[in-house]
């Protein structure tokens, strides 16, 4: 595939991002606050905003993460601007990325509920060997950041404090934001591979081309693993990733293709 043109929504798209990321990396405090208003929270978070949804695409946690992201839809977005216009890709590409949002935190759901369950129930009747098991079942990689500030530098936790940390290591996990424009980009490559299904792409750096439809299944089984299988350290939101393509798929399927393939 030749290299695009770039389209009017697809370059307001990256400038946007870019802009945005210029101003975090002046310093450290508008990292932190930029992150902070509009990075995307879980909705029983005390930072969640509803415009979150659609301010969390433009933020992004380093140069790796928002160049990954640009350069796909550099490559690929300006390829269904074209087929769609401005408009309805605009609207596509905004869908995905708040259906990703939408559908992380609805996995997010269902891995804090316990957490939240069993934070209440320790705090209503805390217990130090019970604490013990509440911390190794929970938090088995250790404590979030700022829960362990609450520590005692003696290093000894009574029952007061065992309260306190439960409390803030779950305020610490409720209030870690969702960031990047991954969802959206994730959507225009599986609206992509339903597209122009037969289009062959080539994967830097194995010079091998591969059509786009075995291309995106391949993207969707690796971030559906990755998902299942998350390995300590992993801060990526495969199912977000997940969450946008599976957008991609139903939008095109309501709006429907005009033609089924493209060479």
């Known amino acids: 595939m030749r290299t695009p043109i770039l389209t009017p929504i697809v370059r307001t798209l990256i400038v946007l991002n870019v802009v945005v990321f210029i101003v975090q990396s002046i310093n450290h405090q508008y990292d932190n606050q930029i992150i902070s208003l509009f990075g995307l929270y879980y909705f029983e978070s005390e930072k969640f905003n509803p415009i979150?949804?659609?301010?969390?695409?433009?933020?992004?946690s380093s140069s790796r993460h928002l160049i990954s992201n640009m350069l796909g839809l550099f490559f690929?977005?300006?390829?269904l601007e074209r087929f769609w216009g401005e408009k309805?890709?605009?609207v596509f590409y905004m869908l995905t990325g708040i259906g990703a949002g939408l559908l992380y935190m609805g996995v997010k759901y269902f891995d804090y509920a316990s957490l939240i369950d069993a934070t209440k129930a320790y705090v209503l009747h805390p217990d130090l060997e019970m604490f013990k098991k509440f911390l190794a079942e929970f938090y088995p990689n250790g404590l979030p950041g700022m829960a362990t500030e609450y520590i005692p530098s003696s290093g000894r936790i009574n029952v007061q404090?065992?309260?306190i940390i439960a409390e803030e290591s779950l305020r610490a996990v409720l209030n870690t934001p969702t960031i990047g424009a991954s969802g959206a980009v994730f959507g225009v490559m599986a609206g992509f591979g339903m597209l122009f299904p037969n289009t062959e792409l080539t994967l830097f750096p194995i010079p091998i081309p591969i059509k786009?439809?075995?291309l995106v299944a391949l993207y969707a089984l690796f971030e559906y693993y990755s998902g299942i299988h998350k390995t300590p350290g992993d801060n990526i939101a495969h199912f977000a990733h997940l969450g946008g393509m599976l957008i991609a798929f139903i939008i095109i399927k309501i709006w429907g293709k005009s033609r089924n393939n493209f060479y």
């Open 161 to 163: 404090d065992s309260v």
């Open 52 to 60: 979150q949804l659609v301010s969390y695409m433009f933020v992004h």
């Open 76 to 79: 690929i977005g300006p390829m």
């Open 212 to 214: 786009a439809k075995y």
């Open 88 to 90: 309805r890709f605009l």
